[in-house]
């Protein structure tokens, strides 16, 4: 276990984890492409406390939320829960985790059955999972919808006479009524207005806090992140770019990529003058991610080293980790060796071009050496058609 997790009460510990989805299969099914949606990601998140996972959309963040919740067979890597390892339990014990580990979705209008009224809807898993007896369950729901914000004579109305954070608050009160440790929030706020997303973040705090709940909450927004998180993971092509405290993260991101993001943060203070940093060119196909660092084709400080050779996560300072050359020691005391090797690899790329450039010509000359050929049969072709 990671020195930094010894001394913690750590309710999940994720290990390498990799999730990839074939692309490409041959006649027999074998997979000949696939997908790295999440590719080697470790953390672990303290009791009580909350992990942000952040990146552009297409980084592997709901893939990573899902993979956790078991939603998906990981292909890779152990997911450690409450101290047991549940990357490949069985379907019984996996019933018991259905309750433990809750998610709340992003998009409160598809995710609540529309014939269903609220209180059946709250009701439902904690009928099924015997959480109260029941006679209490009426009541229970209610102290729940009261805990959440909703108004108890709601009991009897449909998902549709809601609004949009109402609707979330039944998401959150349906999630918390089986009593779980660990709440996956994926996009829990994207798609509500600014106003109400203050609200519904302030109410998952406090829950929080009385509950003692354990949030793993994935979010493009960092300034949603920054208020809600205790630290922060950064994901970019299903990678880890940096991972770190959250207050160490704002006051000194390092990685390139993170600081790209972080300076797109509006500042509250307006004297303050912001250095943005602009992301060049789009983020490329996940399907077929760029060599070495897989930010390198985006990265203002990208050196040749970082177009061949992956960068390692280090420790660059208590419990802050980054995934980029510029920290790395051993790099960047080679980097004369490394450009020379690029050197190397460049002249042979360019040789072999050139090779298949020569061939292609080749080939193109022999047809058009071949073509009077075939021209010099046509009089006689024409005879044949003449006579
Ligand atoms: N079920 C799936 N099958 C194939 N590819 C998928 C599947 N789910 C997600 N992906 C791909 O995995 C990558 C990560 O997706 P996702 O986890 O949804 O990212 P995010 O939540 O950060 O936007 C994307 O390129 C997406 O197209
Ligand atoms: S490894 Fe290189 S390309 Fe990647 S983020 Fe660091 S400097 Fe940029
Ligand atoms: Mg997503």
């Given at each position: 276990m990671d020195e930094n997790v010894q001394n913690k009460d750590i309710i999940l510990e994720v290990k390498g984890l990799k999730k990839y989805f074939p692309i490409e299969k041959n006649l027999f099914g074998k997979t000949l492409r696939s997908l790295r949606?999440?590719?080697d990601v470790s953390f672990a998140v303290a009791r009580g406390t909350t992990i942000g996972v952040v990146g552009?959309?297409?980084?592997g963040k709901t893939t990573l939320g899902r993979t956790i919740l078991k939603l998906y067979q990981a292909d890779g890597g152990t997911i450690v829960y409450n101290g047991e390892d549940?990357?490949?339990?069985g379907k019984k014990k996996m019933r018991a985790l259905r309750t433990s580990i809750q998610l709340i979705f992003q998009d409160p209008y598809s995710s609540l059955?529309?014939?269903?009224t609220v209180g059946a809807i709250i009701s439902e898993a904690v009928r099924v999972h015997h959480i109260v007896p029941k006679d209490e369950i009426r009541q229970y729901v209610r102290d729940i919808m009261h805990k959440c914000g909703?108004?108890?004579?709601?009991?009897?109305?449909?998902?549709?006479?809601?609004s949009g954070g109402q609707r979330q608050r039944i998401c959150i009160a349906r999630a918390l009524a089986v009593k779980p440790d660990l709440v996956i929030c994926d996009e829990?706020?994207?798609?509500?207005?600014v106003s109400i997303q203050a609200q519904i973040i302030n109410l998952l705090k406090e829950l929080q806090n009385t509950m003692g709940l354990t949030y793993v909450f994935i979010s493009h927004d960092l300034s949603v992140v920054k208020y809600i998180t205790d630290q922060i993971l950064v994901m970019y092509l299903g990678n880890m770019m940096e991972l770190g405290e959250t207050e160490e993260l704002f006051a000194n991101p390092l990685h390139p990529y993170t600081k790209a993001l972080f300076s797109a943060v509006p500042v509250p203070d307006p004297d303050l003058k912001m250095d943005r940093i602009i992301l060049a060119g789009d983020i490329p196909s996940p399907a077929n991610p760029p060599k070495g660092c897989k930010f390198h084709t985006r990265?203002?400080?990208?050196?040749?080293?970082c177009r061949f050779k992956e960068p390692a996560f280090v420790e660059?300072?208590?419990e802050h980790k980054v995934a980029c050359h510029l920290y790395d020691q051993e790099v960047m005391q080679h980097l004369e060796e490394y450009d020379r090797e690029w050197a190397r690899m460049e002249e042979e790329r360019l040789r072999q071009e050139a090779e298949k450039e020569a061939k292609r010509k080749g080939k193109r000359s022999k047809t058009a050496q071949d073509a009077p050929a075939a021209e010099a049969v046509e009089p006689d072709e024409a005879l044949d058609d003449e006579r």
């Open positions: 949606a999440v590719d552009e959309s297409g980084c549940i990357t490949d339990i059955p529309p014939r269903m909703l108004q108890p004579q709601y009991y009897d109305r449909y998902p549709h006479e809601f829990p706020v994207s798609a509500l207005d990265c203002r400080d990208c050196m040749n080293v660059v300072g208590p």
